[in-house]
């Protein structure tokens, strides 16, 4: 069964960092792109970025919003993503996604989400 | 960025009757190899998105028949044959043809 366990979400101050996790299993990871996307409270989803295989040079492309803030990793020996978040904003208050996001073929798999709340 | 447009924002629907939502792109959303990459994802209350189709017209594995996909190039439309009661919530198209990636706001379905 495939299983993507998003986690490391928490309260943290403005200004503050946070490192959230992805955990796979029950899919060949290595050869998946990853993707995060955050949805607000009671808002609509918002694509914040993406890192490739390492077939792919482990490419990574970011949405402006974030771009420069957020950075994109994954360890294909954990099976593991992450999304590292600095400087936040009260703006990225959000249930934080990972999912592979397919767009062409069958196998696209969500993460339960993680609350990402910040806030002083 | 690819703006998605969806319509209507809310739809109240009678059981067993047919559903239908529009998603309206400011894009051609045909990429370079001639393929169309438009999904379309239902999100239940306290849960995360479920993609139901791909490239407008392709059901995922274990999605009912009574959802369809249909449209080309900027206009797409998913129609629900007759509504059941789990497939109330919230359904998003969004666009796979250019990065970034991009969703319609969402459409909201209940049951009158």
């Known amino acids: 069964e495939v299983q993507l366990t998003d986690s490391g979400g928490g309260l943290v101050q403005p200004g503050g960092s946070l490192k959230l996790s992805c955990a796979a299993s029950?899919?060949?990871?290595?050869?998946?792109?990853m993707n995060w996307v955050r949805q607000a409270s009671g808002k609509g989803l918002e694509w914040i970025g993406r890192?490739?295989?390492?077939?792919?040079?482990?490419?990574?492309a970011y949405a402006e919003s974030v771009k420069g803030r957020f950075t994109i990793s994954r360890d294909d020996s954990k099976n593991t993503a992450y999304l590292e978040m600095n400087s936040l904003k009260t703006d990225d208050t959000a249930v934080y996604y990972c999912?592979?996001?397919?767009?062409?073929?069958?196998?696209?798999?969500w993460g339960q989400g993680t609350l990402v709340t910040v806030s002083s | 960025d690819v703006v998605l447009t969806q319509s209507p924002l809310s739809l109240p629907v009678t059981l067993g009757q047919p559903a239908s939502i529009s998603c309206r792109s400011s894009?051609?959303?045909?990429?370079?190899?001639?393929?169309?990459?438009l999904n379309w994802y239902h999100q239940r209350p306290g849960q995360s998105p479920r993609r139901l189709i791909y490239?407008?017209?392709n059901r995922d594995s274990g999605v009912p028949d009574r959802f369809s996909g249909s449209g080309s190039g900027t206009d797409f439309t998913l129609k629900i044959n007759r509504v059941e009661a789990e497939d109330v919530g919230v359904y998003y198209c969004?666009?796979?043809?250019?990065?970034?990636?991009?969703f319609g706001q969402g459409t909201k379905v209940e049951i009158k």
């Open positions: 999912t592979t996001l397919v767009v062409s073929a069958p196998g696209d798999h």
């Open positions: 029950g899919f060949t990871f290595s050869d998946s792109a």
């Open positions: 890192i490739r295989t390492k077939a792919n040079g482990y490419a990574t």
């Open positions: 894009q051609s959303l045909v990429f370079s190899d001639g393929k169309t990459y």
């Open positions: 490239k407008v017209s």
């Open positions: 969004m666009q796979g043809a250019q990065w970034p990636r991009t």
